[in-house]
């Protein structure tokens, strides 16, 4: 991809629970899509490989990977798969979850991203959300959900990490959706406000 050309992403926000993963998972099968989760991309790294042992050397005490590294490891990822061809730059739209997580990471992807919307996956019955996590935790034996304070806790985090980054955004770019509802509804908000600011090339 010639450098002055940038990807055209949407970027995904939501805090835990927030149904982020079902709905980046639904919408990855969407046409001119592709679904990036940072996440997914550094437990795809060789694990014996130095990157992949630096990866696990913060994930593995629940910190954040560097910025520089996340980023370079972002962009090889992709450059490897525009390569392959399974991302087409004039076609595809990336769906971006879990990064930029901090502002820098929003700073170090600016030249390289051309962001047409933030979708930002709001929870205001925190209440609700801690009780269908616990739940979930139960049935799908996640001991990280299991204690209510971790939950919370989780919460916050969340809240403390998104907010500057979000905020390092223009305001106008930033959709507001109520994920308080079902996940249908959650859904059909989605659409409805990407099928009006994304370009009709499929
Ligand atoms: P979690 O919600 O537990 O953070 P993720 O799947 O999003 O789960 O990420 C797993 C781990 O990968 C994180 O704990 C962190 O170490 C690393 N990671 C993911 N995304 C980023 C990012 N944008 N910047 C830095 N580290 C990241």
Known sequence: ?????????????????SGKGTQGVTLAGMPNL?????????????KQSPI??????YSTKGLLVPDELTVRVWKQHV?????????????????????????????????CIGILRILHLV???VDGLVHRLSLRAKKANRPDDADESVIRKRISVYEQETSPV????????????????????????IADCLSRCLPANI
Do not use: W
């Open 1 to 17: 991809m010639p450098h002055h050309q940038k990807y055209k992403a949407v970027l995904l926000f939501g805090c835990p629970g």
């Open 34 to 46: 592709f679904h990036l989760a940072m996440g997914d991309i550094f437990r795809g790294l060789d």
């Open 52 to 57: 992949g042992q630096e990866f696990l050397s």
């Open 79 to 111: 450059q490897a798969l525009v390569q392959r061809g399974e991302i087409r730059p004039d076609y595809h739209i990336l769906l971006l979850d879990g990064i930029p997580r901090t502002p820098a990471q929003a700073e170090l992807l600016r030249d």
């Open 123 to 125: 929870i205001t019955n």
């Open 166 to 189: 979000l905020q390092s955004y223009p305001a106008a770019l930033v959709a507001d959706i109520n994920a308080d509802q079902h996940p249908l509804a959650v859904l059909r908000d």
